[in-house]
């Protein structure tokens, strides 16, 4: 460059400093000694321009830094920040500023920390005036080879002349680096300015090289990517390319796909407005520049199904058009594992919070690890004072107590020990261990379940308090990709790869043989599985494999892959592994909980509950059911809380207690079994909201009985004892009566053999066939009570010969001849399709009701049976002229235990299993009856024709 040019355009940039900045600003010259100002861009008084060379003079060159900034304590700038000109070594830009101010310049050479890629040129000539140091480092050039260069050797000679007409952006502009690489990018105009009647531009190039290569990298790959990716247009939001993975995920053809919008198929993606969708769309832009992607889990709807996926959602802008790519993954099973552990959690947390033991976890070598607040309450230690102690130095073993109770008696897995506590008190401790392992048999800990026993043992004292125990696709995907060449090993691999592997660089990973690539399969089996089955298919999905890394850590790796012979016949494997060591050690983490749960749950006495505030019974431990007398396979929301109490104005009262205080504790209550018997139980009950919202009642109930009897007198207990038999008494004999038909008809068949020898082999054949049918029924009533989703049986019927059938197997069971048995079937009725053991069911409790209480003061005692049908429905009547049923018990008449007469012959559950077994046929049940003069059963089930 000529010496003329170079001082014109010195010149020239001095013009525009003073212009354009934004900061008063000073040209300064070195001498070898001290600093003197050549010219200002702001105006002062004479003496106030003295003043400020003079504190300029008195600068240390020697401190001078690039950047550097120093005290002037002038009364009009209080800080000058030093900036050496590229162009001349004497030259030198000096910033002022006042207190509070930051040194910060839109023009590239006066901002030392500037990193933008900035250029100033002349908008007429296109001359370059100054440069950023990012920008001369992006494009390879010296400052000096920079200086006085038109822009067009870089973004050539059309962007120029589209420069100097106004054009303020260029996107996906190809650019050269003074080495001749190609640089992709946007160029924008930040500002203009005008001096001495010449125009300057600011220019700004967004270096977008490495996003456009990853793209056209990308969309060669994305067809061999074993997830399933949809390519959308960014301003048609229409997808517009997939992969076959895809078609396998949404069960929809190609052409299916390409018809829909993104939102079609994955309806809550983004934000359904305009306005949410430009933001969402921004968000997506930000994150992608930053080399990270948008992950949501969404819903995809095809047209046959809905599954949760987690979309991995990245930007890219191709050929001036911009587009985002979604990578589907399905995690229904990720989910479930997550279910199953908060599952797991959610039933820990019920037990340790309501838990009225104490309770130790140690390591296998019995360190203690953890201590619930109540064993820190009984024994006035902190979790510190306990925490890596052996169990063995907080016990003393003491010599087995001489008493008759078993409880106080050493056993294998549970003995006595004393504590002594902070306060320097004995207390003694019945102590059970058990064992924790994991899905490997290896022994995780042991639980030691502790309760104070001192109150039990001295004064039948209350016992502690209880307290709660718990706790415990590309450079952009996080799915590692990679793609292998037979015999040539790897030829790419992405960021994800690198880091799963544990490669430094990508040139290491590309260096590594074949044969050590395989070692890093933990299974040389699976390995070998996993290519063969992928080389018969031409692919694999989902295959889960153990892998070891560099460092010789091992992970879980959930693969799927393409094998494809290329143009040279070779064997291309391209592929895709997800890090799910995660959802693994969730897995062996649910195991380890449940089995944790189950130690905890048969460990305890306490009956542990958890309800919903509208008193459905959502879980209920194994002591829980012992202590109410419940069957062990019940179905817990069959429980209503309201029938455990004798007095219900005390649930009420406890209700209202907790709503009011959070909380209820070691409340005595009166309490009734299944079987009728009343026990005496201390409740404690607090609310909580769970993960979902909801709030719950948690409860624990523990049996004081003997407690309470031990201060009633004998002869109280006695009558109480005596009353509570009589009860049971009444219950076992009033819960046989539907069992009990066939076993007199049986008793009957034998009196008749006694008479009548010589036809002994029919008899016995009638009583063999009796025995039968009995055992039949009494399972049909077990299978009907233990699990209400047994699946519909349909067969044909013929309803004379199955009524008839009935009768035979009732028929012993009634011998009073006086009851006559009517039998009326229509005409246009010869076969119906139904259920027919839930039918029999029905009809067999409804005819049995008839003969026990028909009324044998009337002159005719009568049962009518009659079948009909319409359309839809078969219609059975049963009607009979016996006893009745008061008018004010038909509403309650099939409640469970319900029984509208003293004397009753059956246990109360006769028509509610009639009512259930009906609902579950999808039919209908309609009774009439009047008291003395009888009652009348329609009903109508529907004939499956």
Not at 81 to 100: H, M, P, R, T, V
Not at 104 to 116: A, G, V
């Amino acid at each position: 460059m000529s010496t003329d040019l170079y001082s014109s355009l010195l010149n020239e940039r001095a013009d525009l400093f003073f212009e354009a900045a934004d900061k008063p600003f000073l040209i300064l010259e070195f001498n070898g000694e001290f600093f003197s100002i050549l010219s200002s861009s702001f105006k002062a008084s004479e003496s106030d321009v003295i003043e400020l060379q003079n504190k300029i003079r008195k600068i240390d060159s020697r401190l001078i830094e690039q950047g550097g900034i120093f005290l002037l304590n002038h009364q009009l700038f209080n800080i000058c920040q030093f900036i050496k000109s590229y162009d001349n070594k004497a030259l030198f830009y000096g910033i002022l500023l006042k207190e509070g101010e930051l040194p910060i310049s839109r023009l590239p050479e006066l901002n030392f920390n500037d990193t933008s890629n900035k250029i100033i040129i002349n908008k007429d000539t296109g001359l370059i005036h100054s440069a950023s140091k990012a920008f001369c480092e992006l494009f390879d050039f010296e400052w000096s080879e920079l200086i006085g260069a038109n822009v067009a050797e870089i973004f050539g000679r059309k962007t120029c002349e589209l420069l100097s007409k106004g054009i303020l952006l260029f996107k996906g502009k190809l650019s050269l680096t003074s080495k001749g690489n190609v640089k992709w990018g946007n160029i924008k105009v930040i500002e203009s300015y005008q001096t001495n009647d010449k125009e300057f531009l600011i220019l700004n190039f967004d270096d977008l090289t490495e996003s456009h290569l990853r793209s056209l990298q990308y969309f060669q790959m994305m067809r061999q990517f074993g997830e399933s990716i949809l390519v959308v247009d960014l301003k048609s939001r229409r997808i517009i390319d997939l992969n076959n993975a895809t078609i396998d995920l949404t069960g929809l053809s190609q052409q299916e796909i390409l018809s829909k919008r993104i939102i079609d198929i994955l309806p809550d993606l983004y934000p359904s407005s305009d306005g949410g969708f430009s933001v969402w769309v921004k968000t997506i832009k930000e994150l992608s520049n930053a080399g990270e992607n948008y992950i949501k889990r969404c819903t995809l709807k095809s047209d046959n199904f809905k599954i949760t996926v987690e979309a991995s959602v990245h930007y890219h802008y191709l050929d001036n058009k911009g587009y985002f790519t979604v990578l589907l993954r399905d995690i229904t099973r990720q989910l479930k594992s997550e279910y199953s552990l908060k599952d797991s959690r959610e039933k820990l947390q019920i037990l340790f919070n309501n838990v009225g033991y104490g309770i130790i976890e140690t390591s296998p070598s019995d360190i203690i690890i953890r201590v619930n607040k109540t064993f820190q309450e009984l024994s006035d230690l902190t979790e510190a004072d306990l925490v890596g102690r052996p169990i063995e130095s907080v016990f003393s073993e003491i010599p087995s107590l001489n008493r008759k109770d078993p409880i106080h008696i050493n056993t294998s897995d549970s003995r006595i020990v004393s504590l002594l506590n902070g306060q320097e008190k004995d207390v003694y401790i019945s102590l059970k261990k058990s064992i924790v392992s994991g899905s490997d048999k290896k022994v995780r800990s042991h639980i030691y379940v502790m309760e104070d026993v001192t109150d039990y043992l001295i004064t039948y004292q209350k016992s502690k308090e209880q307290e709660s125990l718990l706790e415990s696709v590309n450079e952009n995907l996080k799915e590692a990709i990679y793609r292998c060449i037979k015999g040539k090993g790897l030829v790419y691999a992405n960021k994800a790869f690198l880091e799963l592997f544990g490669f430094k660089d990508l040139n290491e990973a590309l260096n590594t043989s074949e044969s050590e690539l395989n070692d890093y399969y933990l299974n040389g089996d699976r390995r070998k599985s996993i290519l063969l089955q992928a080389r018969n298919k031409g692919y694999i999905k989902s295959a889960e494999a153990e892998f070891i890394r560099r460092d010789g850590t091992k992970w879980w790796g959930l693969l799927n892959c393409t094998v494809n012979k290329n143009e040279n016949s070779e064997w291309i494997i391209d592929g895709a592994i997800v890090d799910i060591s995660l959802r693994k050690e969730a897995e062996d983490q649910a195991r380890a909980n449940q089995d944790l749960l189950k130690s905890v749950n048969e460990n305890i006495h306490d009956a542990i509950y958890r309800s919903t505030t509208d008193d459905k019974v959502i879980y209920a431990n194994k002591a829980f059911l012992n202590l109410f007398g419940l069957d062990e396979n019940i179905q817990v929301h069959q429980i209503d809380p309201q029938n455990l109490y004798r007095n219900k104005s005390d649930r009420n009262e406890i209700i209202k207690e907790v709503e009011e205080k959070g909380m209820v504790k070691n409340r005595e209550i009166f309490f009734i079994r299944e079987d009728g018997a009343g026990f005496w139980g201390l409740i404690s009950m607090s609310k909580m909201v769970g993960e979902d919202g909801k709030h719950y009642l948690n409860g624990a109930i523990r049996d004081i009985t003997d407690r309470k009897i031990a201060q009633i007198n004998l002869k109280k207990k006695n009558e109480e004892l005596r009353k509570i038999n009589s009860q049971l008494d009444r219950f076992v004999y009033s819960a046989s009566h539907d069992l009990r038909a066939p076993l007199t008809s049986l008793l009957g068949l034998i009196n008749i053999a006694e008479k009548d020898k010589d036809n002994l082999e029919q008899y016995f054949e009638l009583m063999k066939k009796s025995i039968f049918k009995q055992d039949g029924f009494i399972k049909d009533i077990i299978d009907f009570s233990r699990n209400k989703e047994i699946p519909e049986k349909l067969e044909r019927i013929y309803p004379g010969d199955f009524i008839t059938e009935i009768l035979d197997n009732l028929i012993y069971g009634n011998p009073d001849d006086r009851i006559k048995v009517n039998v009326i079937i229509e005409d246009n009725i010869s076969e119906i399709q139904c259920d027919s053991k839930r039918l029999s069911i029905i009809l067999s409790n409804l005819i049995s009701n008839s003969f026990k209480y028909a009324d044998f003061n009337k002159e005719k005692p009568y049962v009518n049976i009659s079948v009909s049908a319409d359309s839809n429905y078969v219609i059975f009547e049963i009607e009979d002229n016996g006893i009745g049923i008061s008018e004010k018990y038909l509403g309650k008449i099939f409640d469970m235990f319900f029984r509208a007469h003293d004397t009753s012959f059956g246990s109360g559950i006769g028509l509610y299993i009639v009512k259930e077994t009906i609902e579950k046929l999808k039919g209908k049940i309609f009774v009439e009856s009047t008291i003395k003069k009888g009652t009348k059963f329609i009903v109508m089930v529907p004939n499956r024709k």
